[in-house]
């Protein structure tokens, strides 16, 4: 009998340790809108920032990170008031230890662009040990997400019903 051969030959040979490694050091992302997805809004957007989230879709994002274990970064114009935002993930009982960073604001002001080169950021400047494997957007805009919808990163909310448990699957989906 001839030797066990694997098909296609590895081209790279990891130890258990290595691997063991590299599965920990996994990382999902969420780039996270707040109004419209957990803000439900029924005739239109208010000037001051609300203090506190639906409750019903702040559970709903609870649910999607301890499936997913994913990390939070906020793409949202509330990133220009995390103070606020903290405050409100708080009273939601949500826990803000999972937000990771915020974008930086995009001259053009295409969130997409934004999300993009925060991503492109972190593998060039990676100082820590963590790889991300997956990562969504979860927006109520359209227009402006045309590249992650092109990706198919993009779970698009609807500004009157927020995040909803169909969409909470979709970025199940996404990040598994």
């Known amino acids: 009998m001839g030797s066990l051969k694997t098909f296609p030959p590895p081209t790279v040979r990891y130890s258990w340790k290595e691997l063991i490694w590299i599965i920990i050091l996994t990382m ?22 609300p203090k506190e989230f639906d409750q019903e879709l702040a ?8 499936v997913t274990d994913a ?6 114009s509330w990133r220009h008031h995390l103070q606020t935002c903290k405050e ?7 826990d803000w230890n999972r937000v990771i960073s915020v974008t930086k604001y995009d001259t053009n002001g295409w969130r997409s662009t934004e999300i993009l080169q925060w991503l492109d950021n ?12 997956h990562w969504c957007t979860i927006d109520d805009e359209y ?5 992650l919808r092109r990706l198919g990163k993009l779970v698009k909310t609807d500004v ?11 970025a199940i989906y996404l990040l598994t």
Do not use: P
Not at 71 to 76: A, D, G, L, N, T
Not at 143 to 147: H, W
């Open 28 to 49: 999902r992302i969420i780039f996270l809108d707040i109004d419209g997805v957990l803000i439900k809004y029924t005739t239109g957007k208010s000037k001051e920032l």
């Open 59 to 66: 559970d709903n994002l609870k649910h999607l990170l301890s």
């Open 71 to 76: 990390r939070i970064v906020i793409s949202s």
């Open 88 to 94: 409100a993930f708080i009273k939601a009982d949500l």
């Open 122 to 133: 972190y593998h060039k400047t990676c100082k820590n040990w963590y790889h991300i494997t």
């Open 143 to 147: 227009y402006e997400m045309k590249a």
């Open 160 to 170: 009157q019903e927020g995040l909803t448990m169909d969409k909470v699957l979709e």
